[in-house]
């Protein structure tokens, strides 16, 4: 069975409404996954209802045209959970987005920590990465992808009612997942290569919505410390 087509579109969407795609979304739907006129998919926008059907209504090597027919599904019901994490190298980065976006994350926020490699990040790459992960996965929506900001300026203007989950593999004996979940906002931080500093550390475990959780006794890769903690918040706010 070949795999739907899916869009984001960063356009209004109602039934019988006419679409003018962008000279890259033409390549992507034209000449990447072959489309014909005729031919339905679905488009997202996460503002206007879930996902729409809609048509071809014209081709070309730089431009075309969508015709909007129908909602076809719901939005997705979707957590407010931020992910902050550390930039790392290149490929890896991309993953970290890639997975997050796939599993919910409503925010990516890269931060400068004290050892942190990167001093900069592509936030257009970025979002990129994650529209596609949203239009491979089935989304309705695409987290927001942040500017790099540092930690500690993050942390000096952070709203308390969103609780922090300080993932720290210095302290295997910090609860897996916090004996009574907090409904509401939250967020998970995941720090580089060489882990938090100890002044990084002292502040975090002395927030009083910041809560430190292990992710067990092996010290993982960023990438997977972020896959892990997201799927423990996931799970114990009751998101499937």
Known sequence: MA????????????AGQSLDLAADQAHYLFAVMRLTEGAQLGLFNGRDGGEWEAVVAE??????????????????????????FAPLKKARTDMLVEKATELGATRLQPVATDYTNAERVRED????????????????????????????????????????????????EDPAVPEAPAEGPGAILIGPEGGFSPAE????????????????????????????????????????
């Open 3 to 14: 795999q739907r087509v899916r869009l984001y579109v960063d356009q209004p969407l109602a």
């Open 59 to 84: 081709t070309g090597k730089r431009k075309g045209r969508l015709n909007v027919l129908f909602e076809a599904a719901p939005p997705q019901p979707r957590p407010d959970l931020w992910l902050l």
């Open 125 to 172: 790459r970025l979002a990129a990465i994650a529209r596609e992960a949203a239009e491979q996965s089935g989304a309705t929506s695409v987290p927001e992808v942040s500017g790099l900001e540092k930690l500690s300026a993050l942390l000096d203007g952070w709203d308390p009612a969103r609780e922090l989950w300080f993932c720290d593999e210095m302290r295997a």
């Open 201 to 240: 550390r002292e502040r975090l475990r002395a927030l009083p919505f910041c809560r430190p959780v292990a992710l067990g006794r092996r010290i993982l890769r960023a990438e997977t410390a972020a896959i892990s903690a997201l799927t423990l918040w996931l799970a114990a706010r009751g998101f499937p």
